[in-house]
């Protein structure tokens, strides 16, 4: 009898781990599947408070709208640190705001920003902000938090496969992600669930869970194309559970793995207009 | 046995199969999550798929079935309208409407105008940019400018930005009115001191919108050593004083028994200056030097007009050399800056009543300032500067000058609402005049083209000799309404 429950103990452990491993193995894939070196896109944000309507959400509000032009390019062995741009497009009165980011793979890098404010005339860095708690805010008053624009370092969690079902007609895994020590200090979630689709390694549904581990944030990925032999979802949306609010993240064009120089992911992009707009012509040629 | 071993894996297989072929999750399901589509152009799609219960028309996102292809050009044709051309495309206009109450004094109204701006930055070839921005104010009757020219409206324009830039591989040039924005510091001119400032209408001016542009010659250099900026103005401007008998004019005794000749630079008074900037990750540094002439005049006595029976006083801009330095380190939650400038030849005013001795005298000075912007990871922001002027030979008959001028300013701000609603404080003191004010302002974005910005501010003046001491009483509440297109 005690051979029996030994063997049973045993088992049970071996397939926890086993199921912990090829959680992490799964989101490794998630993690590294091809984004492309670089992106050129742009993007369209649309904001708005939601109410029921019969069957559906409706916007309660008139939506606030961002349209940005967007430059990225992967740096370092893993292509796990990004240089980006970002020019504010719409609305009028956001016209010509100029963004500039880098972002560090490596553990306590701070993020480098930069802000281009036509109207004030001059580059101004940005304080990104304590690495060790939390942060507020939106990225561009949207329902998304900086964190949700953040790439994920695998590390950084623990990882737990808790079945697999059908899923918007894709098979899929339902993985649940618990941060690490480290990463719990500083994130906005206790939890986050992921639906990946089994045979595209993407995550089509995240439900995130705040920090007292309420039900906050869904985010749902649709329109997945391929473009440039890669994956994207062209329209993302996140559903906020507490402040009822929705943004939809629309590539409305977009071209991934073209010829971006490095010198366009610097400070002259923001203040040398000829430079920026003569470039970014030649690089929207490339859009789809 | 063998049956009691086998049961539960069969009722567990049957549960995943079961699980699997549901529609519904069995971790969280979808069936509320159904949302109306962002552009308008698929309102008509309201059909509701209770196998995929969720999304507006695009839960099938098999490649194979959905092309969005059609979708993004309709997008774009939408986007695009026939009157669009490449310079509207590019061009920001703005209608603004502004009135502000002074609290203190009566009648209360100070500026009360509407202004329409035009801003267009556009690439006409594939190297040649153009750069413009001007603005227009019509005054209504009860606005202090049109008080004092005894009109019943009037309208006043400013070009801030005309200039064409072309560019090249490594560097641009770029010709005409240009701004020139120099230095770190958000609060006192240290090394900003290229392009002059409205100051008509005192410290209600926001800093980016006082600054004008002047004619010059400029150029930007990349290279792999940091950025070069160089530029040569043949005709340099200066800043826009109070006009005669407007509110913000100050009326010093006795200025009114004079004849003033504004003896401002001309063509044949040449600005020039370079700039040298690069990054180094988490330090951006900048070393500015130039030939300057003054952007605020000095009063001269010249002569006696006998005629009139009254002295003539010019206003001269007198020249000056500089050389500075700013550079910022952000680390963590906190950027520092550092601002350091010395002046060489910088002109004070110097007054001696007794014998009529009116005129400039040159100092060297050290302009200096530190400060700290803290970010409460998105909650908040609080900055802090200190700046500082030292001269170190005497001041003794300096007037409106003392050896050390040191000021403090601080903001504190906060956004509500998704970014849609700012809040700022901002506090500014002087040291050894103990002048201070306070400032409260709320920007509130009503839509994404419209803006309404209030402010009130507060003066506590302690220093009767200081020029502060002449807007002791000018409190005040001002409200715009913006509206983009």
Known sequence: ?288 | MNNLFFYPIIVFLSITLIASIHAKSIFDSDDDMVFEPDNSHHQSDEIFDPESAFDDDAIIDDDAVFSNESFFQEEKELADPWYHNQILKDSRFTLGYEFSNNLVLKPSFVTHDTYFRSEIQTLLTDKLFFQFDGRSNLLFDNDHRTQASNKSIRIVSNLRELFFQIGFNQFNISLGRQIVVWGKADTQIITDIVSPRDNSDFIFIKLEDSRFGQLMLSSDIYTQWGNLFIFVSPHPLTDNEPENETQYYLEIPGLDQLIIIDDKPTYADTEYGIRWKKNWGKVDLSIMAGCFFDNSSIYHFKMIDFAQRKPIIEKIYHPYEMIGLAASYVSGAFLYKIETAYKNRLSFQKLDAVNFDIGAIEKNIVDMGIGLEFNANGRYQIAGEVTNRFIPSATDNLIFTKKNSTTIYTIFSKDFFNNTLMFEYNFFYHVQEQNNFHQFRLTHDMADNFQMISSCTFFSMKDKESLLWFYRNEDRLSVTFQYYF
């Open chain 1, 1 to 288: 009898m005690n051979k029996y429950l030994l063997t049973i103990v045993i088992s049970f452990l071996l397939i926890s781990s086993s199921n912990a491993q090829d959680a992490k193995e799964i989101m490794q894939k998630v993690i590294d599947r091809d984004d492309g070196t670089t992106e050129i896109s742009r993007v369209r944000l649309s904001s708005c408070r939601v109410i029921k309507k019969g069957q559906k959400y409706v916007c309660a509000d008139t939506p606030r709208v961002k349209v940005l032009d967007m430059v990225r390019k992967d740096y370092g062995p893993n292509e796990k640190d990004h240089k980006s741009v970002s020019i504010i497009i719409e609305p009028a009165s956001e016209k010509g705001i100029g963004f500039l980011q880098y972002d560090y793979e490596k553990i306590d890098h701070d993020t480098d920003q930069w802000l281009y404010l036509s109207a004030l005339g001059k580059v101004k860095r940005i304080v990104s902000g304590n690495e060790n708690e939390p942060k507020t805010g939106s990225f561009f008053g949207t329902e998304f938090s900086y964190e949700d624009m953040e790439s994920i370092r695998l590390e950084d969690y623990s990882y737990k496969i808790l079945g697999s079902e059908t899923y918007r007609k894709h098979a899929c895994w339902v993985i649940e992600s618990i941060p690490e020590k480290k990463r719990a200090l500083k994130s906005n979630y206790s939890r986050i669930m992921d639906w990946i689709d089994k045979k595209r390694f993407i995550a089509l549904k995240s439900i995130l869970y705040n920090r007292q581990g309420k039900k906050v944030k869904k985010i749902y990925n649709n329109h997945i194309e391929i473009i440039d032999n890669i994956l994207v979802p062209r329209k993302i949306l996140v559903f906020n559970l507490e402040t009822k609010r929705r943004t939809y993240l629309t590539y409305e064009k977009i071209a991934l793995n073209k010829n971006v120089q490095d010198i366009f992911l610097t400070q002259r992009t923001l203040t040398d207009s000829v430079f920026r707009e003569s470039t970014l012509k030649k690089y929207q040629s490339y859009l789809k």
